[in-house]
């Protein structure tokens, strides 16, 4: 074995640790890639992270990475992209050219993203690798990965157990370590859940921080596209090259992001870290309510400052979002007509009505998650209705920023869980919407808000499912988040741990101790 590879093999490292293997030259990115590749042939026929997979447009990327690495060894002068030659999965609700993009819809099923999105872009410029693109419920629809219309997604720490959602395909490549680094999308928690579910760390960032152009929407006013690694530490080297604003997004904002400066200290003297009794209710699972505890007590450990502190709107956060986000899925789903691009039923008969093939093309197109979003948001937008529910979850929302807005006037971060429960088995939740829409309970209020939020690992729970934290800061503070969560990964080893729930392949498999480092 090379000086490079650890126990878990090249595939097992991560961003800075591939970035370091790269500079001095003791591998090569198609080395990477071809693990990453051999990996996800060997795994994901039981894991289905990927939908698409592009090998041929992967190795092509990095031998030219190689060739770029090779002249900057020749002359040190000669700049090279920040991240040359790293292996990147992308959700499939994100476009990269010339390759299928699906958004886990049949009505999609044969289209061709006629460009790449600007998030998507950007790595690619910085010199990221693309592996392919992962799996999602439809349309981001879904807190399981279960919604998907092409294949379920399986938690890399146990087959029998959902990944999360919508970004389920990227957090399990990332946790099976099928890639180092994923973009996942976050619209009410699609990126923080599947890292909890996953044991990876999970960030969504301020809205407008990085470009929706090339995303295909779900809810406008409340998408992020966000990034998957196992660290904060990996984060901070590869989400600033995606952020910064779009004249293609009218959303995206010009605010400069600040140095993540991660290693100035180890200890977090002076940050304070709120905890919303909001966020601790009855019925949450017993054991994630003490590890998210256990994890803030480390975090005062360090010298944080831990205030309780109160989010008094958290209540209608769920109502307000399942008002607010179908009603723009409904609007944003109308163009999936038969008509422009997707899947066309019927409509070639000149005896058919337009509006007989929309209600085909779409009856056979979406799923039954999306149709329930869809009727949901056009019965709030209707006439007589639109002020009633639209329009007053707009004034809630208004709140329940006021909150956020109050609270960081007297801490610096808000910690909190992810989600109520560890990741549960496949089928709990499917007849009842409800219970599923729950899920999001923790998650939601951060995307209503626009605030900045990342997810990662804080422990196990007795059945060796991981359990998530997460930090939430004010707008545009996404280095706050990344510090304060590489401190806690820098005394702890949670985000270190291999699944043992996936088949035998290049990583050997991993004990399960689950006592805290540090």
Known sequence: MSPLTDDLGKTGLTVAGMLAALR?????????????????????????AFLTRTPELALSTAQAADKRWAEWRKDRAIPHAPLLGIPLAIKDLLCLKDVRLTCGSRILDDFIAP????????????????????????????????????????????????????????????????????????????????????????????????????LVAFGSSLDSVGMLCRSAEDIALVFPHMAGVDMLDATSQDM???????????????????????YFIAGMDAEVETTVRAAIAVLQGLGAQ???????????????????????????????DGVRYGMRVGGRSPEETLLSMFEKTRGAGFGAEV????????????????????????????????????????????????????AFKFGEHRDDPLAMYLEDVFTLPANLAGVPALAFPAGFNRDGMPVGMQLMGPHFREDMLLRAAHAYQQVTDW?????????EGPIPRAGTKQTQAG
């Open 24 to 48: 001095a030259g003791q591998t090569s990115s198609v080395e990477l890639t071809r693990a990453c590749l051999e990996r996800i042939d060997q795994l994901d026929a039981e894991l289905g």
């Open 115 to 214: 460009y790449t999105a600007t998030a998507v872009q950007r790595l690619l410029d910085a010199g990221m690798v693309p592996l392919g693109k992962t799996n999602t419920d439809e349309f981001a629809m879904g807190s399981t990965t279960e919604n998907s219309a092409y294949q379920v997604t399986r938690n890399p720490w146990c087959l029998e157990r959902v990944p999360g959602g919508s970004s389920g395909g990227s957090a399990a490549a990332v946790a099976g370590f099928l890639a180092p680094a994923a973009i996942g999308t976050d619209t009410g928690g699609s990126v923080r859940q599947p890292a909890a579910f996953c044991g990876v760390t999970g960030l969504k960032p301020t809205y407008g921080r990085v470009s929706r152009y090339g």
């Open 256 to 278: 400069p992001l600040p140095e993540i400066r991660l290693n100035e200290t180890r200890g977090l003297k002076g940050l304070r870290i709120g905890v919303p009794s909001e």
């Open 306 to 336: 831990v205030i309780e502190i109160s989010l008094p709107h958290t209540e209608y956060a769920l109502p307000v979002y399942y008002l607010v986000a179908p009603a723009e899925a409904s609007a944003n789903l109308a163009r999936y």
């Open 371 to 422: 149709k329930r979003r869809i009727m949901l948001g056009t019965y709030a937008l209707s006439a007589g209705y639109y002020d009633a529910y639209y329009g007053q979850a707009q004034k809630v929302r208004t709140l329940i920023k006021s909150d956020f807005d109050q609270a960081f006037t007297q801490v610096d971060l808000i910690a909190a869980p992810v989600a109520p429960n560890t």
């Open 495 to 503: 985000h270190t741990r291999v699944p043992e729930g996936i088949p």
